[in-house]
C-alpha cells in the first residue's frame, strides 16, 4: 500500500482515479482522502485559464491575465532576474484565477530556425536556458503556481511531433538537450515535468524509464510529478510503469481502468500505482482555499496595471540592437519622424497555439510612439498582415508618407500565419511586400529603422545593408509597443543579447541537411554541433552570432584573471567598465574552448554569463565560478561526466564568436584508468598505461630478431588497431603467453578500484 497517510486503505481502483484527469484541465478530487481537484492550464507567459468547465479545448476561449514577454524574448534579456519576476507575477495571478499548477517553462533547445515553437523556448544553448527556467520556477513557486518545466525531452519540432523518433546519441542528449532540464530540476525542484509526445531514439517518451525514472528520478533526484503532454500517452500501463504519473486530459477513465486490470493480472506491480498517486496526491500543496468564498482563486484577484507596467519594464530589457549605424537611435527629441508597418499599429506580441495569452490589454507601438514624440505622428500601414490587397499601392503610399521624414520607422515581421504551434516553418525569410516596402523607404528617406517581431529567427538579408538600425522585438508580450516606444526614444536603453544565431542563410543551420527528418524519424546528425556551436567550429560567417547585441552606451573589458581552484575547476575575475555618458546593462559572456580529451568538442561553448549593471564611468570586478560541468564532456564509455586533463582556454567574449580575451589554465582533470577487456580494441590495448607496457613486452620478445623495424610495426598497429583484442589475439597473437591477457585485464580492474 502506500505510504502517503491520506491514502492508506484506499481500494486500488481509487487510488487509480488519481493517475489521470477528470477533464481537460484538472484532476479529480477524492473525498475519501481529503484530496481537492487541482486546475493546471497552459503558459508559460501568462495564464490560460479556459472560461467556463474544463469539459473540452477552448483555445480561443479564456479568462483575460497579463501577456508578458515569451520566452523568446526572455532569453534575449540574458538575466535570470527578468525570468524570475515574470514567473513571481504569473503565479500571483494562478492563484488568483484558481490555477495551481501553470504549465511552463519550456526549455527546450531551438535545434533549427524553422521550429514552429521556438518562440516558446529560451535558447539553442542549453546553460542559458537552464538558468533562465530555473528562475521562471522559483518566482512562480514562491508565489503558490507549482510549475511544469516542459517538453522532456528531445522535442524540437512541430513536424509529426506527435509521434517522429528523436535519434539522437547518448553524448548529444547529455550535453545539448537534456541540461536546461537537469538544472531546472536540480535547483529549482519544479512541482511537476511534462514529457514530450515524441519518441527518443524509438521509445515515446510517455513510456521512456530510462528518460522518465533511470534519468529524471535516479540520477537527478526529481521527486515531483511526471505529467504528459495533452494527448501523448500511447500506452497507459507502460507509461505508469516507465515513471509517468499523470495522465491528461482525462480520458473518461479508459487508462485508470486498464491500470487496474493489469495490476490484477499480475501484468503492472501495483507499487507503481501507489507511487505515483502519493506524488499526484502531493499537488494539493498548491491548493489554498479562496478567500472571497467563491471558489474561483485563492487571492480577491490581481493588479492587472500594475502588472501591465512591469510587462512593459521587463520587455525593454529582451529586446536586442543588433545596428545603429551613425547613432541613428535613439531618437533626438524633436526628429521628424514617420512610422511604417502594419505591426506598429496592430502588435504581433504571442506566439500562436496553447500559450496564447488573453490579454488584458495590449499597447500598440504607434500609440507609444506618438505619445512620447508628443504630438501626432504620420503613419502608413505599408502591407497587410494577410498578404491581401495591392502590395504595390500600400508600398508607394508608405514610401510618399515618409519622404517628409527624418527618419523612418519600419515594423516588419512574421504573422500568426507564419509561425505557429503546430507546424514547423519552411524559410526565414520575411514576407516579400516586407522586404521590398523596407529597401524602398530606405532609398527615400534620409534614416531608417527597422524593428522586427517575430518568434523564430528571421533573416535580414536583402535589405540590410540599406537600413541605419534594426532593433530586435522578438514577441514582447502586450506592453510590447510601448517598451519599444520606450527603447526607441531611449527612455529605456537596450541591453539584450541573441540567444540564438541570426544566419546569412538558412542551409547555414548546423541542423538544415536532417530538419525535420523523414518517414518518422529524424536524425540528430550534427551530434553536439548545434547553433553557434556548429557555426563557429566550422567558421560560417553569419549575419549576427548568438550573444550579439549593442546599446547606446559603450562598455570595456580589462584584467582577465583565470585561478585553477581543484583538478576540475576555477574562478573567472573581469573588470567591466561604461566607458559612455549612459547607464547601461552589460553581458559577461564566458567561454571555454578546449581539443582535450578524446571526443570532439566545440571551438568554444558558454559556461558562465551574468548581467551588470553600470552607471556612466562606473567599473566594476565580475567573479564567476567555473565549475566541474563547464569543462567536461559526457564521455560514452565512463558512462559519466569526464574532465580530461589537459588546457582549457577561458575567453571573456563580446559574443559567440568574437573574443575580447582570454587565459589558458591547465587541468589536472580525472585521473581515469580505464578498465581493458577483450573487446577493447588493440589501440586501446597498447595505449593503456598499465598493460601497454606490459603487451609491448611481451610481443617484443616474442619476435624474431629479423622482425619488423619499429616504422613498420607501427604501421602494422595501425592497420589492426581497431580489431577487437579477442580476434587480435585468436588470429595474431599465438606469440603471447597464454595468460598473460587474462592477467593484464584483472589487473587494469585493479588499478580502477584502487
Not at 93 to 110: D, M, Q, S, T, Y
Not at 172 to 184: N, S
Request: aromatic residues 6%; negative net charge.
Amino acid at each position: 500500500m502506500t505510504d502517503h497517510p491520506d491514502l492508506q486503505g484506499l481500494p486500488l481502483e481509487t487510488r487509480a482515479v488519481l493517475l489521470s484527469g477528470q477533464d481537460f484541465w484538472s484532476t479529480p478530487p477524492v473525498e475519501e482522502a481529503g484530496l481537492p481537484s487541482v486546475v493546471l492550464t497552459d503558459g508559460p507567459h501568462g495564464v490560460r485559464r479556459q472560461e467556463g468547465d474544463f469539459g473540452g479545448l477552448g483555445i480561443t476561449r479564456n479568462v483575460p491575465a497579463t501577456c508578458f514577454p515569451p520566452a523568446v524574448a526572455v532569453g534575449n534579456s540574458w538575466d535570470p532576474a527578468v525570468a524570475e519576476r515574470i514567473g513571481a507575477a504569473i503565479g500571483r495571478e494562478a492563484r488568483a484565477l484558481g490555477v495551481h499548477v501553470v504549465l511552463g517553462p519550456g526549455v527546450n533547445i531551438k535545434r533549427s530556425p524553422l521550429g514552429g515553437r521556438n518562440f516558446e523556448y529560451y535558447s539553442e544553448d542549453p546553460l542559458l536556458s537552464g538558468v533562465l527556467g530555473a528562475a521562471h520556477v522559483r518566482g512562480q513557486q514562491a508565489q503558490g503556481a507549482g510549475a511544469s518545466v516542459k517538453h522532456f525531452a528531445a522535442n524540437n519540432q512541430e513536424t509529426e511531433r506527435m509521434r517522429v523518433s528523436a535519434e539522437v546519441d547518448e553524448r548529444t542528449l547529455r550535453e545539448v538537450y537534456l541540461p536546461a532540464f537537469e538544472r531546472v530540476v536540480t535547483e529549482a525542484a519544479p512541482a511537476t515535468v511534462m514529457c514530450a509526445y515524441n519518441k527518443v531514439n524509438g521509445v515515446y517518451a510517455s513510456q521512456n524509464r530510462w528518460l522518465l525514472t533511470e534519468v529524471l528520478r535516479e540520477q537527478w533526484g526529481f521527486a515531483g510529478v511526471v505529467v504528459s503532454d495533452w494527448g501523448a500517452v500511447d500506452d497507459r500501463v507502460a507509461a505508469l510503469a516507465a515513471g509517468l504519473d499523470l495522465q491528461m486530459p482525462g480520458d473518461s477513465g479508459a487508462g485508470n481502468r486498464r491500470v487496474v486490470e493489469a495490476v490484477r493480472a499480475g501484468e503492472l506491480d501495483e507499487a507503481f500505482v501507489d507511487a505515483s498517486a502519493a506524488r499526484v496526491a502531493a499537488l494539493a500543496r498548491y491548493v489554498r482555499p479562496a478567500t472571497d468564498g467563491s471558489g474561483a482563486g485563492s487571492d480577491a484577484g490581481f493588479d492587472a496595471e500594475g502588472h501591465h507596467a512591469l510587462a512593459r519594464e521587463l520587455a525593454a530589457e529582451c529586446a536586442v540592437l543588433l545596428r545603429n549605424e551613425r547613432g541613428t537611435l535613439p531618437l533626438a527629441p524633436g526628429t521628424r519622424v514617420a512610422v511604417v508597418g502594419e505591426f506598429a499599429r496592430t502588435p504581433r506580441f504571442q506566439g500562436g497555439g496553447s500559450s496564447n495569452v488573453h490579454a488584458t490589454r495590449v499597447e500598440a507601438a504607434l500609440d507609444a510612439v506618438r505619445a512620447l514624440a508628443g504630438g501626432d505622428v504620420p503613419f502608413a500601414a505599408g502591407f497587410t498582415l494577410d498578404g491581401s490587397g495591392d502590395a504595390a499601392a500600400l508600398r508607394d503610399e508608405a514610401v510618399a508618407l515618409a519622404r517628409d521624414a527624418e527618419v523612418a520607422v519600419v515594423f516588419v515581421g512574421l504573422g500568426d500565419a507564419e509561425e505557429s504551434e503546430g507546424f514547423d516553418r519552411t524559410t526565414i525569410d520575411l514576407p516579400t511586400a516586407q522586404v521590398d516596402l523596407v529597401r524602398a523607404v530606405a532609398a527615400a528617406v534620409p534614416r531608417t529603422v527597422v524593428v522586427l517581431s517575430h518568434g523564430g529567427v528571421v533573416s535580414l538579408e536583402g535589405w540590410h545593408d540599406d537600413v541605419d538600425a534594426v532593433l530586435d522585438g522578438a514577441l514582447l508580450g502586450q506592453a510590447g509597443g510601448g517598451a519599444l516606444a520606450d527603447l526607441l526614444y531611449g527612455v529605456a536603453n537596450p541591453s539584450g543579447r541573441l540567444a540564438e544565431t541570426v544566419p546569412l542563410r538558412l542551409e547555414d543551420s548546423p541542423s538544415s541537411l536532417s530538419f525535420p527528418g523523414e518517414q518518422g524519424r529524424v536524425v540528430y546528425g550534427e551530434g553536439v554541433l548545434v547553433g553557434y556551436r556548429g557555426l563557429v567550429t566550422q567558421g560560417r560567417p553569419v549575419r549576427y552570432p548568438f550573444g550579439h547585441g549593442l546599446s547606446y552606451t559603450t562598455f570595456a573589458t580589462a584584467d582577465l584573471r583565470v585561478e585553477v581552484t581543484g583538478r576540475d575547476t576555477a574562478t573567472v575575475s573581469v573588470t567591466v567598465g561604461n566607458t559612455g555618458d549612459r547607464a547601461g546593462r552589460h553581458v559577461v559572456q564566458v567561454y571555454v574552448s578546449t581539443t582535450a580529451g578524446p571526443v570532439r568538442r566545440p571551438l568554444r561553448e558558454l559556461r558562465a554569463f551574468t548581467k551588470v549593471a553600470l552607471a556612466p564611468g562606473e567599473s566594476r570586478e565580475v567573479t564567476l565560478a567555473l565549475h566541474r560541468r563547464a569543462f567536461a564532456y559526457w564521455d560514452v564509455v565512463e558512462a559519466g561526466w569526464v574532465v580530461a586533463a589537459g588546457e582549457y582556454a577561458v575567453q571573456v567574449c563580446a559574443d559567440a564568436g568574437t573574443v575580447l580575451a582570454e587565459r589558458r589554465v591547465t587541468l589536472a582533470g580525472d585521473d581515469l584508468v580505464r578498465v581493458l577487456t577483450l573487446e577493447s580494441s588493440v589501440a586501446e590495448w597498447f595505449a593503456h598505461p598499465a598493460a601497454g607496457p606490459a603487451l609491448v613486452e611481451a610481443l617484443t620478445a616474442a619476435l624474431p630478431a629479423d622482425a619488423a623495424s619499429p616504422d613498420e610495426q607501427a604501421v602494422m598497429l595501425q592497420m589492426v588497431g581497431s580489431m577487437p583484442m579477442r580476434r587480435f589475439a585468436a588470429d595474431f597473437g599465438a606469440a603471447l603467453p597464454a595468460d598473460l591477457l587474462d592477467r593484464l585485464v584483472a589487473e587494469t580492474a585493479a588499478a580502477r578500484a584502487g
